[in-house]
């Protein structure tokens, strides 16, 4: 009878977040380099004989500035929501504060105007696609996109008249932060 398999513990760098093995191929490879010492010494021989002086000094001056960091407490927050990382080492962006308007056809003479990213401004969308069904006496619904970002479908074109009121309604959206995609290319509204 065969055995059952045993279940293998998979150590990752406390820095990149990756396996030691792959740490050189990473993002932060010299920021891993004092961990690697310490945790993974048979993986990386080289980093033990050639650079045992520079591994002390970094070790030493990331200690310090992480002490240095942690006192001050509201400024790493504010990095760490700016930049997100993801597992392997990616890094996420922030999204920025723009409204996109878009016009889209269909049936040849039927229109939609969708309004993307005005959650950014803190913008409650189902309050915003009420007051554009009402100002412009038409259906506006909340709707989910190809991004499954949600975003307010307006039936019919009103794609110019549009800003001046999200910038009369909402004075936190600004029009130089409006844009337009007209044939595919994003086009500022101011």
Same mark, same amino acid.
Do not use: H
């Given at each position: 009878?065969?055995?059952?398999?045993?279940?293998?513990?998979?150590?990752?760098?406390?820095?990149?977040?990756?396996?030691?093995?792959?740490?050189?191929?990473?993002?932060?490879?010299?920021?891993?380099?004092?961990?690697?010492?310490?945790?993974?010494?048979?993986?990386?021989?080289? #980093?033990?004989?050639?650079?045992?002086?520079? *591994?002390? $000094?970094?070790?030493?001056?990331?200690?310090? @500035? &992480?002490? /240095?960091?942690?006192?001050?407490?509201?400024?790493?927050?504010?990095?760490?929501?700016?930049?997100?990382?993801?597992?392997?080492?990616?890094?996420?962006?922030?999204?920025?504060?723009?409204?996109?308007?878009?016009?889209?056809?269909?049936?040849?003479?039927?229109?939609?105007?969708?309004?993307?990213?005005?959650? #950014?401004?803190?913008?409650?969308?189902?309050? *915003?696609? $009420?007051?554009?069904?009402?100002?412009?006496? @038409? &259906?506006? /619904?909340?709707?989910?996109?190809?991004?499954?970002?949600?975003?307010?479908?307006?039936?019919?074109?009103?794609?110019?008249?549009?800003?001046?009121?999200?910038?009369?309604?909402?004075?936190?959206?600004?029009?130089?932060?409006?844009?337009?995609?007209?044939?595919?290319?994003?086009?500022?509204?101011?």
């Amino acid at each position: 009878m065969a055995e059952k398999p045993q279940q293998i513990v998979v150590q990752y760098c406390q820095v990149c977040g990756l396996p030691p093995e792959y740490c050189e191929f990473g993002p932060e490879f010299e920021k891993c380099k004092p961990w690697l010492i310490q945790n993974a010494p048979d993986l990386y021989p080289d #980093l033990l004989k050639a650079n045992a002086n520079e *591994a002390d $000094k970094i070790a030493d001056q990331l200690q310090s @500035t &992480g002490i /240095s960091s942690a006192d001050s407490g509201g400024s790493s927050e504010a990095k760490q929501e700016e930049v997100k990382r993801l597992p392997g080492g990616k890094i996420k962006k922030k999204d920025k504060k723009e409204v996109i308007i878009e016009k889209v056809v269909r049936n040849k003479r039927k229109c939609i105007t969708t309004v993307k990213g005005l959650e #950014l401004f803190g913008v409650k969308l189902s309050d *915003a696609s $009420k007051k554009l069904g009402k100002k412009f006496a @038409t &259906g506006a /619904s909340v709707v989910k996109g190809p991004t499954d970002k949600e975003q307010i479908d307006v039936q019919g074109d009103i794609s110019y008249d549009i800003v001046e009121f999200i910038t009369e309604t909402w004075p936190d959206v600004l029009e130089t932060s409006i844009f337009f995609i007209e044939d595919g290319k994003k086009v500022p509204a101011a």
